[in-house]
């Protein structure tokens, strides 16, 4: 079978059997996870306050411990001091390390963009001088993009590189902010101008040049134990053979590390959630009101179950994306690319799916720990109380890696591109609908099974997102890029079609292996993401069309999206007493 690319999941059906789910990890992996789970247990969470404060060199000698196990090298080959696992493995890494409050903020800064860039365009020499000693932790790294006045336009930056008379060196002069991991790292990855170029090119600079400073630490929201320093360079003299790549390659490597970021946010925020989830579940255990547990009221079972429902939702599409960028990797491979090229390649391929997942993980840890800090009461507002760090450190998911409205209209970019160079095949399917408005609905035979409705539904929710963005790009053509709130409307109709089908095929996935008993509660979680995300389609799809559309074409299209956002009645409220009762009686996360 020929493997899918980006984006075709609009306009391709996948099977069950044709994507990997968090069942099907094995016993090497597991243990993998197990020990990023001790080593959070032991390192990181008895010393949460500790770390909040910034007390002087934890972090680091916590990033050292790390490195002591392997885990800042897990992706880094073994010939440059890693462990060299695959991507969907490095993923549940990053997914069980997730639960650690600011640790996770500097060990996924430290190992993805503090690392990556040198890993995957550093040339021989670079690598080599670098990249053992990021793996062991004996140095940490930084990142230095963003600018005062370059946050989302990460192209606008300020910073001048300029070649010395004897060509032997640049000089750097500029301003970085909001640098994670600022404070103690040894290396940094700077972007900068040479002259008056266009583009970005990126250097390697170590910390301790001459030239370098410091501003004091940033005051934050939440996330107060990563250490955010504002950097200075003053006339910071870095050897030509640090450039790293080829000069003005830099936006590109920003703009690819981003993409590996977007997917590994994704799978550490489940981390967080399901973490948060599991402290919502022990207090409402253990919290009494008017005679019984908290647990015991529907009120605080349908928060509980939300919680569970759109983790798994997460969570399902997550590791599909993840085994589609693997797949896709080994291919690049198989053709004759190395490794990190490889590896480039097959995250470039999926990243609208990369920014669709940001989006959609950072949104449901922040309903998690909303909910989590309502669960608690009055508690969940003390600073006492763990699901309080939890709330305010999960806000900056929206905002890293590029903000969730850049992400929301990058992913539709991405796909539209990629249908007008006729990479994907859009425009005939999204004729194909436009004639289906036009006559009269045929019976369909739905597929046997618990799930037989959800597989017809979403084939429906494909047919929206192909309505709504083959008639917007027909309509508003050459200013469609500026139409900000048609293309978010479309990103989201997309990302909860996805999320729905990630989630339906897992499901039927466990079904088929271990029968419709053993996947109960995975069918009433599947059953009750696609009861609202047919809601959120409908409304999304009504903004937009409403928007752009008018008279017949309006009333024609607003009929067809009622026609393909219908479903079947079906009682919610017992799907998620279900879902709690499960988690109530295990008493943490257990999906």
């Known amino acids: 079978m020929k493997a899918i690319k980006g984006g075709e999941f609009i306009i391709r059906t996948t099977q069950p059997e044709d994507i990997f789910t968090p069942e099907d990890f094995n016993e090497e992996q597991k243990m993998i996870a197990q020990m990023c789970d001790d080593f959070l ?24 411990k790390a490195g002591e196990l392997g885990l800042l090298g897990l992706t880094v080959p073994e010939n440059l001091g890693g462990m060299g696992i695959d991507f969907s493995t490095s993923l549940l890494a990053t997914e069980y390390l997730g639960k650690g409050f600011s640790f996770s903020v500097a060990y996924g800064a430290h190992t993805g963009i503090g690392t990556l860039p040198i890993l995957y365009y550093g040339n021989e020499d670079q690598k080599q001088k670098y990249i053992p000693k990021l ?38 002069n500029g301003q970085k ?137 997460t969570e399902s599409a997550t590791y599909r994306a993840g085994q589609n960028i693997e797949d896709a990797i080994h291919q690049f491979v198989a053709e004759g690319m190395d490794k990190g090229s490889a590896t480039l390649q097959g995250i470039e391929e999926f990243a609208s799916e990369c920014a669709l997942l940001k989006v959609l993980g950072s949104e449901a840890l922040d309903y998690v720990v909303d909910e989590g800090v309502q669960i608690h009461g009055g508690m969940g507002y003390s600073a006492e109380s763990m699901i309080e760090r939890g709330y305010r450190d999960a806000r900056i998911n929206r905002i890293f890696e590029g903000t969730n409205e850049i992400n929301r209209m990058l992913m539709v970019d991405m796909i539209l591109r990629r249908a007008m160079k006729g990479e994907l095949d859009l425009m005939g399917p999204a004729m194909k609908v436009a004639g289906e408005l036009m006559s009269i609905p045929e019976g369909v035979e739905i597929p046997d099974g618990p799930l037989g409705m959800e597989f017809q539904y979403i084939e429906n929710f ?3 997102i192909l309505m709504v963005a083959g008639s917007a790009v027909q309509k508003l053509m050459q200013t469609l890029a500026k139409e900000q709130e048609v293309l978010m409307n479309i990103s989201d109709i997309s990302m909860y079609t996805y999320a729905a089908e990630s989630t339906l095929l897992r499901v039927q996935k466990k079904i088929n292996s271990q029968g419709e008993e053993a996947a109960k509660y995975d069918i009433a979680i599947c059953k009750a993401y696609f009861y609202d995300a047919a809601d959120l389609i409908h409304k999304a799809a009504k903004d937009a069309i409403n928007s752009f559309a008018e008279g017949d074409e309006l009333r024609m299209m607003l009929m067809g999206l009622k026609r393909f956002t219908k479903t079947e009645p079906f009682n919610i409220k017992e799907a998620r007493q279900m879902i709690a009762q499960k988690l109530i009686e295990e008493n943490r996360y257990c999906f």
């Open 462 to 464: 494909k047919k929206v």
């Open 135 to 172: 793996a062991s932790g004996e140095w940490k790294a930084a990142y230095c993009l963003t600018e005062p006045g370059s946050g989302s336009d990460a192209n606008s930056g300020k910073t001048k590189a300029v070649l010395t008379d004897d060509g032997k060196h640049y000089v750097i």
């Open 41 to 64: 247990e032991a390192e990181v969470l008895p010393k949460l306050d500790e770390i909040d404060a910034l007390q002087e060199g934890l972090m680091p000698s916590i990033l050292e």
């Open 177 to 313: 902010m909001w640098i994670t991991n600022g404070g103690f790292a040894n290396l940094f990855t700077v972007f900068a101008k040479i002259d008056n170029d266009e583009k970005l090119t990126a250097f390697i600079v170590e910390a301790d040049s001459e030239g370098i400073t410091l501003n004091a630490e940033e005051k934050k929201m939440g996330i107060k134990g990563s250490s955010t320093r504002q950097v200075f360079f003053n006339n910071v003299k870095v050897p030509v053979e640090n450039m790293l790549s080829e000069r003005e390659n830099g936006f590109k490597i920003a703009l690819n590390i981003l993409n590996i970021g977007r997917i590994k946010l994704a799978a550490g925020v489940m981390g967080g959630a399901k973490g948060s989830i599991t402290l919502s579940v022990n207090y409402a255990n253990e919290r009494e009101q008017f005679g019984r547990a908290i647990s015991k009221y529907g009120a605080i079972r349908h928060k509980l179950a939300e919680q569970v429902i759109r983790t798994y939702a």
